[in-house]
């Protein structure tokens, strides 16, 4: 009899080609994919809800897969750990109905991205946030997140690289924080097209640094074009938080 299993999933994306398997390097799915057929003694392929970028971190997200297994499948996650190299970790395992798509439920999305905003570096924050060495204008950055907020056409925020044909999206909330010499870009919506967070921080970035004025983002949201955007920010700073389901 076979089960669809859920799991929430956390990594380091630092060694990896991304989320989803390519030719060109080892990605999180293949190790995850290679680890599983093995522990289960079938052949696995899981679905993931978010391909996140070559670089890019996860707290929490999600893959299905089916199996025959008897194992239950809230045990799956601990066997599997053991499997799993450290910056890979399955932090739940569960049943879910074998209808339930991580791709095509409704769900809510939340990044965050991290920028170091101080002078000198700090070595042990570089792989997890961007540094920038210029003083970022915070309430700037603010201003023109209130643009982005709401349900528009995202085509400038978007890499020419995606195949999606509607670009239209709805950003829940956008908040930008600071603590210490760290500032906080969280993002929520219900989906995101291919680089869109990171071109969205990186347009918020020439903001902070008075390249753009705030209102100036109203205008590259209207002109649906990617070459009047801010540049694409490095993939290190982000991470997926997690996706929420619609019950």
């Not at 993931?48 to 999600?62: E, F, K, P, Y």
């Not at 932090?91 to 991205?113: A, G, I, M």
């Not at 670009?167 to 680089?195: A, M, P, Q, W």
Request: aromatic share 8%; charged share 25%; glycine share 6%.
């Amino acid at each position: 009899m076979s089960k669809r299993v859920f799991m929430k999933i956390a990594y380091d994306g630092t060694n990896y080609c991304g989320w989803q398997i390519q030719i060109n390097g080892i990605t999180v799915e293949e190790v995850i994919n290679r680890e599983l057929s093995n522990l289960l003694g079938e052949e696995i392929a899981v679905i993931g809800a978010s391909r996140t970028d070559s670089g890019v971190h996860a707290l929490g997200n999600v893959a299905v897969f089916d199996t025959e297994t008897r194992i239950p499948a809230e045990k799956i996650c601990f066997a599997l750990n053991q499997r799993l190299p450290d910056d890979i970790r399955i932090l739940e395992s569960k049943e879910v109905p074998s209808d339930f798509h991580p791709r095509y439920c409704n769900s809510t999305k939340t990044y965050q991205y991290q920028i170091l905003n101080r002078k000198i570096p700090i070595p042990t924050k570089r792989l997890y946030t961007h540094f920038v060495y210029m003083d970022l204008d915070i309430e700037k950055m603010r201003k023109a997140a209130e643009y982005i907020v709401g349900e528009h056409d995202f085509k400038s925020f978007c890499s020419n690289r995606t195949q999606v044909e509607n670009t239209v999206r709805c950003v829940h909330s956008l908040d930008i924080e600071k603590k210490d010499d760290v500032i906080y870009i969280t993002i929520s919506g219900n989906g995101f097209l291919y680089n869109m967070v990171r071109i969205i921080v990186g347009t918020l970035m020439k903001v902070g640094l008075s390249v753009y004025p705030p209102e100036h983002v109203k205008e590259i949201i209207d002109a649906c074009d990617r070459n009047v955007a801010g540049p694409k920010a490095p993939a290190c700073g982000l991470t997926l938080i997690g996706i929420e389901y619609e019950k």
